[in-house]
């Protein structure tokens, strides 16, 4: 390479932000791109075109979720252990999905609103009178904390305990969420459990618990829909059923959390934007909110493992190798998103990859991030007249989810 490229495999690097002056760059002159990993690992692809992005995606035949989705190498029995429904291929997959996809299927997210509306109500008036906070404390973190406990039924009192577990697992790369730190003390004694964290081992415990309660009296929430039998006379396991529990503690807070820190990050830089919501038709803001998504792109890479050896813009890729799908790039890809660079609440088209759009392994929670993510922003819009930066945001540290862990900021209440 002619220039400088950033290390995109090492978490530090996107404490300062996504470099994405390397993805353009890697975009331009290498898009499959042969990636050392600074921790001594094997190496992988890195697609970082919109079309390659999509084609491994709609391929899973041969880019298998298999062997795991993040960059780490695990043998048999790690990978065994420690999978959940987004390290799985067709057709166990599919049929894991069905059995637990109709809560969060668009129909019947859309009778959520109302709810939703509600938490985030509550969430914002709880901070009127205080003028300077957090919003990722304060706000980003406590609704989608809230609107999981409603949907799995779960006591408001535990929501706090559970979050702080699932920040451990999805931010097991962050010394402020864990003290297991991935790439900086020796995890191998919890090498099969999720996300390689001896926390996984409290959710199991707390899920089993909570679903033995519901085979005694079932309730109408998403755990008690997990046990029911399907036309049929298909059930989850039990270990199926701690995964999912652990996967929606972990990955059903953390994302929402970090698209709304990110959104309103959005419209303290354009203020003129901010004063335009209340005016704006719901289809205008539904646009807004798709422009935020692709612009922060908050998972920014999936893995896949090749199945069979491949030729992808004149390289070979072997059967067996790891490849890096880079949402965070292909979100900006210049062939596909016009001055992809710029915010354009209005875009259209907008056909971004942030939930892994037209995959098998499409968000399952996309729907409902949506909904949270409108009606926060339109709940906000109805009682901060302004709101700027009150400090310095501070960045996770991850190269799997792009976030701010804080944003102070600064409001004048209507």
């Not at 002619?2 to 898009?31: C, K, M, Q, W």
């Not at 289809?283 to 998972?299: D, G, I």
């Amino acid at each position: 390479m002619a220039t400088p490229l950033a290390d995109i495999t090492s978490h530090d690097t996107y404490v300062e932000g996504v470099p994405h002056d390397t993805f353009a760059y890697l975009r331009a002159n290498d898009p499959v791109h042969w990636t050392e990993e600074s921790d001594g690992g094997r190496g992988f692809w890195s697609l970082t075109k919109y079309d390659d992005v999509l084609f491994a995606s709609s391929n899973a035949e041969i880019f298998s979720s298999r062997l795991g989705i993040r960059l780490e190498d695990m043998d048999p029995e790690e990978t065994e252990a420690r999978r959940t429904m987004m390290e799985m291929d067709s057709p166990e997959h599919t049929r894991l999905r069905r059995l637990v996809s109709r809560p969060f299927a668009p129909k019947s997210i859309n009778g959520y609103e109302e709810a939703v509306r509600d938490l985030a109500a509550q969430v914002l008036d709880k901070q009127r009178g205080n003028t300077e906070f957090d919003f990722v404390a304060t706000v980003a973190r406590e609704l989608p904390m809230r609107m999981l406990g409603r949907l799995l039924g779960l006591p408001d009192d535990d929501l706090e305990w559970l979050v702080q577990r699932g920040d451990a697992l999805i931010g097991n790369t962050d010394p402020d969420f864990t003290d297991y730190v991935v790439d900086q003390v020796d995890t191998s004694a919890y090498r099969l459990l999720p996300f390689r964290s001896p926390v996984a081992l409290e959710l199991f415990e707390y899920a089993s618990q909570a679903l033995a309660q519901r085979r005694i009296e079932p309730t109408h929430d998403v755990l008690s829909a997990l046990l029911e039998t399907t036309i049929g006379g298909d059930t989850l396991d039990e270990l199926a059923l701690q995964n999912f529990f652990t996967l929606m503690v972990a990955a059903g807070n953390d994302t929402t959390r970090y698209s709304l820190t990110n959104g309103l990050r959005v419209l303290i830089e354009r203020p003129e934007l901010y004063r335009r919501i209340p005016a704006m038709a719901i289809e205008e803001r539904k646009a807004l909110v798709e422009e935020m998504l692709r612009w922060s792109t908050v998972t920014m890479h999936f893995r896949r493992t090749l199945t069979q050896d491949t030729e992808l813009r004149g390289k070979t890729l072997k059967a067996g190798d790891k490849v890096v799908l880079w949402f965070s790039s292909a979100n900006y890809d210049e062939e596909h998103f016009d001055n992809p660079h710029e915010f354009r609440e209005d875009r259209s088209p907008n056909d971004h990859v942030a939930f892994g759009l037209r995959s098998s392994h499409l968000c399952l929670g996309a729907h409902l991030a949506r909904l949270e993510m409108r009606v926060v922003f339109e709940e906000i819009v109805k009682r901060w007249e302004t709101v700027e930066l009150a400090g310095t945001p501070e960045r996770l540290r991850s190269n799997f989810i792009g976030g701010m862990k804080q944003l102070p900021i600064r409001v004048t209440w209507i």
